[in-house]
C-alpha cells in the first residue's frame, strides 16, 4: 500500500502560479507511474500530466501543455506539479495518482490517490 498526500493548493488570481506537492510514502522512480488528475465541481475526473515509471519523459494534458510541468524528487519521494500561467478554468481539486502498470490518462489505471488539493483560481 502506498500512502499519497498532495499539499500546495491554494487561491490565487488569473496568471499566478502554484506548485503542488506530492509526497509518496515509498520512492516511484522504477517502480510506480504517477500521475496528477483534476475535478472540477460538476465534472468527471480528469488527466492532467504524468511521469512514466523508468523514465523521466513525461506526458500532458492538452490543457496543461505549456503551462504545467510535472518532476519528480526522487530523495524526497515527492513528485511536484509545477502550474504557471493560471486560468479560471484550472480551479479544481488536484489529485495524485500512484499506478503499479503504466504510465497512461485513465483514472483506472490507478491503484493509490491522495485525498486532494483544492486550488481556486479567480479571474
Known amino acids: 500500500q502506498v500512502q499519497v498526500v498532495e499539499s500546495g493548493g491554494g487561491s490565487v488570481q488569473a496568471g499566478d502560479s502554484l506548485r503542488l506537492s506530492c509526497a509518496t510514502s515509498?520512492?516511484?522512480?522504477?517502480?510506480?507511474?504517477v500521475a496528477w488528475f483534476r475535478q472540477a465541481p460538476g465534472k468527471e475526473r480528469e488527466f492532467v500530466a504524468g511521469l512514466y515509471k523508468n523514465r523521466a519523459s513525461t506526458y500532458y494534458a492538452k490543457f496543461g501543455k505549456g503551462r504545467f510541468r510535472i518532476s519528480r524528487d526522487n530523495a524526497e519521494n515527492t513528485v511536484f506539479l509545477q502550474m504557471n500561467s493560471l486560468k479560471p478554468e484550472d480551479t479544481a481539486i488536484y489529485y495524485c495518482?500512484?499506478?503499479?502498470?503504466?504510465?497512461?490518462?485513465?483514472?483506472?489505471?490507478?491503484?493509490?490517490w491522495g485525498q486532494g488539493t483544492r486550488v481556486t483560481v479567480s479571474s
Open positions: 495518482a500512484v499506478s503499479r502498470s503504466v504510465m497512461t490518462s485513465r483514472v483506472g489505471n490507478y491503484d493509490y
Open positions: 515509498e520512492n516511484t522512480f522504477g517502480r510506480y507511474a
